[in-house]
C-alpha cells in the first residue's frame, strides 16, 4: 500500500468542485468519509442536491478557515494556487494537500503511462493511446486531456492500461503517484504566474518521475537542456528520444525516417502530422508504444492517418485555395512559434487574448511569412505594435469570428488561416476549446 493511503482519513475537504472536485466527492463518500466541499462559486444545483444526498458537507459562496475544522486532508481543484488562504492555513496546520491525480493513481491496480511536458502533452498522449489500441491492447485515457482521471481509474481493469496527460498543476498535488512509464517532453518558460519561479515550475514537472524506481522507464527528450538536466536525478530507467542525432535506445530521426533503436520504423514523409515541433511528440509516442509491445505496423498505421488532436494545429478545411488551422490550444508565445514554424506557405495568422504582461518579441523572427495579422482580445494592442515593427498588415476585431472573415478578405489562394492565439482564452471564453470552436463554426459558415 501507498506510504500516503488517502482512505485512511476520515474527515476530507475537497477544495473546488468542478469537474475533477465532484468526482472526487463522490468516490470518497462512497467509500464511506466525511466530506466537506467548499468552493467560491455556486454549482449547478443538480450536483449539489446529489452530493448532499450522499452526505457531503457544502459550504459555497466564501472560503471560511473554518472549513478546515475537523479536516485531515485537504484534495484541491489544481487550478487553485498554494498562495490561496485556505491552502496557505492548511499547510499552516500540517494538513497534508493533493490533488485528484493522487487519489487517482490509488484507486488502481492498472499500469499508468504519464506524459507531461511545457507543449505536446494533448498530441502525444492521444497518439500513445491510438498506437496501443491500435495494436489491440485495452487502453483508456484520462487526465489533463480533459477526462477526470477519478472517474476512469476507479473503473479501469488491472489487465488494462491508463494514459494520463499531466499538467504541473497537477503534479505539484502528489505525494506517492508513480506511472510506470512517465514521458517528459520539454521544459519551456510557462505558468510562471502561478508556480512564481521557474525552479518551482522545473519541481513540479519533475514530479512525474520522483518516485519511480529501476522497475519503471522515463521517456525525455534529448534535445531539450532542461529536460536532459531534471532527469539526471531520476532513478528509473531512462530512454531518451532525439530529432537531432541517432541513438542506440529509443527513437530518433534523421533528414528522412525515423527510427526505434536500429529499426526503421517510417518515412516522414508518409507521416500524415506536420509540423517539426510534433516529430518530438511522434519520437516519445513511439519510444511508450513500443515499451509497451505495441507491433511497428500498428505505429505505422497509426501515424500514416493522424492528423491531430482538436484545438492543436487542426485542419479544418480548405476553401477556394485557402487551408484553415485551428490551433487555439496555443496559449503561449512558444506554441505559437511552433505552429509558425509547420508552415512554409504566405499565412495570416490570428492572435490575441488574455494580456499576462507578457511582450511578444519572441514571435518576430517567426512572422517572415506572416502577410497579414488579426488581432483581438486584450493583447490585441500589443500585437497591433508587435504587427507594426514587422512591417507586416494588421487588422482589430472583436473576436475571433470576425477574425476569421477578416482573415479570409486579406487572404489569397495558397495561403494559410491560422488561428494560434499566443495567449489564453480567458479574457472573452471560458476555455480554449469554446475559442476554438467558434474558429471552426466560423470557417464552415465561410463556405
Known amino acids: 500500500m501507498n ?13 473546488g468542485l468542478a469537474r475533477s472536485g465532484t468526482a472526487v466527492a463522490k468516490v470518497l463518500l462512497q467509500y464511506g468519509k466525511k466530506v466537506r466541499i467548499n468552493d467560491l462559486k455556486t454549482p449547478d444545483g443538480h450536483t449539489i442536491a446529489q452530493l448532499k444526498g450522499m452526505g457531503a458537507d457544502i459550504i459555497i459562496g466564501s472560503h471560511p478557515l473554518s472549513v478546515l475544522d475537523q479536516i485531515e486532508l485537504v484534495i484541491k481543484n489544481p487550478g487553485i494556487p498554494y498562495d490561496h488562504p485556505i ?77 494520463l496527460e499531466l499538467s504541473s498543476f497537477q503534479l505539484l498535488g502528489i505525494k506517492t503517484f508513480k506511472p510506470h512509464i512517465a514521458v517528459l517532453l520539454n521544459i519551456y518558460d510557462a505558468h510562471l504566474d502561478y508556480h512564481k519561479t521557474l525552479d518551482n515550475y522545473i519541481k513540479a514537472k519533475s514530479n512525474i518521475f520522483s518516485k519511480q524506481t529501476i522497475e519503471d522507464y522515463l521517456v525525455y527528450n534529448a534535445d531539450d537542456e532542461r529536460t536532459a538536466q531534471v532527469i539526471k ?56 508504444a513500443k515499451l509497451n509491445g505495441a507491433t511497428t505496423e500498428s505505429i505505422v498505421n497509426t501515424l500514416k492517418s493522424f492528423t491531430g488532436v482538436k484545438h492543436r494545429l487542426q485542419f479544418i478545411k480548405q476553401i477556394n485555395g485557402r487551408l484553415f ?41 517567426y512572422l517572415t511569412h506572416v502577410r497579414a495579422m488579426i488581432v483581438f482580445g486584450q493583447t490585441a494592442p500589443k500585437l497591433e505594435n ?37 495567449c489564453a482564452s480567458w479574457d472573452q471564453y471560458q476555455t480554449f476549446e469554446e475559442r476554438g470552436n467558434m474558429f471552426i463554426k466560423a470557417v464552415h459558415t465561410l463556405s
Not at 3 to 15: G, P, R, S, T
Not at 263 to 275: F, N, S, W
Not at 387 to 404: F, H, L, M, Q, Y
Request: net charge neutral; with cysteine; charged share 20%.
Open 87 to 163: 491552502v496557505r492555513e492548511a499547510c499552516r496546520r500540517d494538513i497534508p494537500i493533493i490533488t485528484e491525480i493522487e487519489l487517482a493513481g490509488q484507486l488502481t491496480q492498472a499500469p499508468i503511462i504519464g506524459i507531461t511536458g511545457s507543449n505536446g502533452k494533448t498530441t502525444t498522449t492521444t497518439l500513445v493511446t491510438e498506437m496501443l489500441a491500435m495494436s489491440n491492447q485495452r487502453v483508456k485515457v484520462a487526465g489533463n486531456i480533459g477526462i477526470v482521471a477519478t472517474d476512469v481509474a476507479k473503473n479501469i481493469e488491472s489487465e488494462e492500461k491508463l494514459v
Open 386 to 422: 508587435l504587427a507594426k515593427v514587422a512591417n507586416i498588415p494588421v487588422v482589430t476585431v472583436n473576436d475571433v469570428k470576425e477574425a476569421t472573415l477578416a482573415a479570409y478578405k486579406k487572404s489569397n489562394s495558397g495561403d494559410v488561416i491560422l488561428l494560434s492565439p499566443a
Open 233 to 288: 536525478r531520476a532513478k528509473s530507467n531512462l530512454i531518451p528520444f532525439s530529432r537531432k542525432r541517432a541513438l542506440s535506445t529509443g527513437a530518433w530521426a534523421d533528414l528522412t525516417s525515423v527510427y526505434y533503436c536500429e529499426e526503421k520504423i517510417i518515412d516522414r514523409a508518409d507521416i500524415a502530422l506536420v509540423g517539426e515541433h510534433n516529430l518530438e511528440n511522434i519520437l516519445a509516442a513511439i519510444s511508450v
Open 3 to 15: 506510504k500516503l493511503n488517502i482512505l485512511q482519513y476520515k474527515h476530507i475537504l475537497v477544495l
Open 325 to 365: 488551422y485551428n490551433d487555439s490550444k496555443a496559449t503561449n508565445v512558444l506554441a505559437t512559434q511552433k505552429a509558425l514554424s509547420s508552415f512554409n506557405e504566405p499565412t495570416i495568422l490570428l492572435a490575441g487574448g488574455l494580456d499576462r504582461g507578457h511582450t511578444f518579441n519572441d514571435l518576430l523572427p
